[in-house]
């Protein structure tokens, strides 16, 4: 194949950590003479990388492969993530699947390639065993959008009973210190304004550093050495662990320049029995110190939580401990996720299924909690005077950004503000539930 010649696109599906990965695959592919173009062009190559964590996350993959295919029956279709190492037999047999590829392969893509022709076979397969990935290939988005992922975590060694990851990405292994900051000075060099460190469990940082499972560092030794990097002006913190978050952390993050007052903490439940079921690390009196130490030195962080509904044996007064705990605490959005069964976990063999109907209804009860705390949480930031990092996209004349601590703001579009971080007045929440700033505030600054 002559990959001079070549175009390639890619589509990404789930958390973060997958876009930081598709991102370092793209410029691989592009460093050896690929295009790449838009999903929807017609490429020589499309490549999928997936996501597992749901059952419709599997059905959406199928989605994009037909997609592909229709903007170019001859496209070679590659697929790659977690779905791909979980289930690379089912997925060699959807209809204009060529090449799967598992955790391990994925980043010898290049390799694959080099001799793969479009076939009416069953797709190529090339995946090892989890135990196998046992290395760490560091990652980062850049281009694709105004901030950055940022890989610096990979795997899990725990054992939640509902989760197929520690399956799809191996055990909990890290970058080095140095290979984080390297890499957060490249990104800071492209004039991105925003990093947000990505990983499975990325409090968990620092076990398998230089490939051995003791802690040569610590995810607050990390936070340190960023937070003395020159150029970076925000770095988010995704997802992290309860139990891994520690109050120095939250101390540093509260007098740092650059980390910004942004936390997303998965709680799963507000049932310490369902917790237990779940083999979660904390309860909730752990959870409940952690909001309110955030709260104590960060009065106007934002706290951003998941939350599973329906997991087997959470009866209808299992739930209620849930939503009052939620409703009683000073969070600001919910991600809410619907139980549902994955093969080889613990949780599939329990007792206690609690019906897909009980479970929709339960999701919605808390989507509309999370507006509601959404909205609390916003009304309390209006009239204050906040950093935005506006966006590149033109919506309807609009142009969007965030906060430090994440208040979705628009504004009237403005070419000259992307990738600009500006002062701005909050005014009021908008219909569409952003929020809206004072025009005369924000054209004195433009001005100044």
């Not at 500006?422 to 809206?436: C, H, P, Q, R, W």
Request: with cysteine; glycine share 6%.
């Amino acid at each position: 194949m002559e990959s001079g010649l070549k175009s390639v696109a890619f589509h990404t599906l789930g958390c973060k950590l997958n876009f930081a990965e598709t991102s370092t695959i793209a410029r691989q592919l592009t460093d050896a003479g690929y295009k790449k173009v838009s999903f929807d062009d017609a490429a020589n190559v499309f490549v999928i990388n997936t996501c597992s964590v749901t059952e419709n996350a599997d059905k959406e993959c199928k989605l994009i492969v037909k997609r592909a295919l229709k903007a170019n029956p001859d496209g070679l279709v590659v697929i790659i993530g977690c779905y791909a190492q979980l289930k690379p037999e089912e997925i060699s047999e959807i209809e204009g699947v060529d090449l799967v590829l598992g955790a391990k392969e994925k980043f010898n893509i290049l390799s694959y390639l080099n001799d793969l022709e479009k076939s009416e076979n069953l797709a190529e397969v090339h995946s090892c065993e989890i135990e196998e990935t046992d290395f760490f290939i560091g990652s980062y988005s850049i281009g694709d959008r105004t901030r950055a992922f940022l890989k610096v975590q990979d795997g899990c060694d725990y054992k939640c009973t509902y989760c197929t990851i520690p399956l799809a990405r191996g055990i909990s292994r890290s970058d080095t210190v140095e290979n984080v900051i390297k890499n957060a000075s490249e990104i800071a060099s492209q004039d991105i304004k925003e990093i947000v460190l990505t990983g499975v469990n990325i409090g968990d940082y620092g076990k398998g550093e230089f490939g051995n499972k003791r802690h040569e560092h610590t995810f607050l030794d990390l936070v340190k050495e960023l937070n003395m990097v020159d150029g970076i002006e925000r770095i988010r913190i995704s997802s992290i662990e309860p139990n891994l978050l520690k109050d120095e952390t939250i101390d540093l993050v509260s007098t740092s320049k650059s980390f910004v007052p942004h936390f997303h903490i998965p709680l799963q439940s507000g049932s310490d029995e369902v917790l237990k079921k779940m083999k979660r690390r904390y309860l909730t009196k752990l959870y409940r110190n952690r909001v309110s130490k955030i709260r104590e030195v960060m009065p106007d962080a934002c706290i951003g939580v998941d939350v599973i509904v329906g997991f087997p044996g959470e009866t209808e007064e299992e739930f209620m401990k849930t939503y009052q705990f939620l409703n009683e605490l000073p969070i600001s959005y919910l991600h809410v996720f619907t139980y549902s069964e994955r093969e080889n976990t613990e949780a599939a063999a329990m007792q206690g299924i609690v019906p897909v109907v009980e479970r929709k209804k339960r999701n919605k009860m808390l989507r509309i909690l999370s507006e509601k705390k959404k909205m609390a949480f916003y009304q309390t930031q209006l009239g204050k005077t906040l950093p935005v990092l506006w966006e590149h996209e033109n919506k309807d004349g609009l142009m969007y950004g965030f906060t430090e601590n994440y208040v979705r703001v628009h504004k009237p579009f403005d070419a000259l503000s992307i990738n600009k971080i500006e002062l701005v007045k909050l005014d009021k929440i908008e219909a569409d539930g952003t929020v809206s700033i004072l025009a005369a505030f924000d054209a004195f600054l433009a001005k100044a």
